[in-house]
């Protein structure tokens, strides 16, 4: 059931982002900025949620090194959300920071 929930949050999190792709002309910078960041979470959310209920419980207690590499997936996925996804909606947001 977990799986099926965090399966939902994702494909919501994608909908939700090509819905904010296609009315970006409409609305401002800020609010772009914090909705994609809003889907990004949930986006992320979904992805930890997925990855951690699709290892074996007792097999996950007695990983060492689970937590770092759920950091290390966190990592990426906000360096591609910040260098990659961020400046499909707002190009100069790189420029201004």
């Known amino acids: 059931m977990a799986r099926r929930i965090y399966g939902i949050v994702i494909a919501l ?4 982002g090509f819905y ?3 009315i970006k002309e409409t ?16 986006f992320s959310m979904g992805i930890h949620g997925l990855t951690a209920h699709s290892l074996n419980p007792k097999a996950k207690g007695g990983i060492l090194i689970y937590p770092l590499l759920m950091g290390a997936l966190w990592a990426i996925m906000f360096f591609l959300f910040v260098f ?3 400046p499909i909606f707002y190009p100069d947001f790189l420029l201004e920071v």
Do not use: E, Q
Not at 13 to 16: C, E, K
Not at 27 to 42: C, M, N, P, Q
């Open 13 to 16: 999190a994608l909908g939700l």
């Open 20 to 22: 904010l792709n296609t």
């Open 27 to 42: 609305r401002s910078k800020i609010f772009l900025i914090v909705t994609a960041g809003i889907i990004f979470t949930l």
């Open 84 to 86: 990659f996804i961020l």
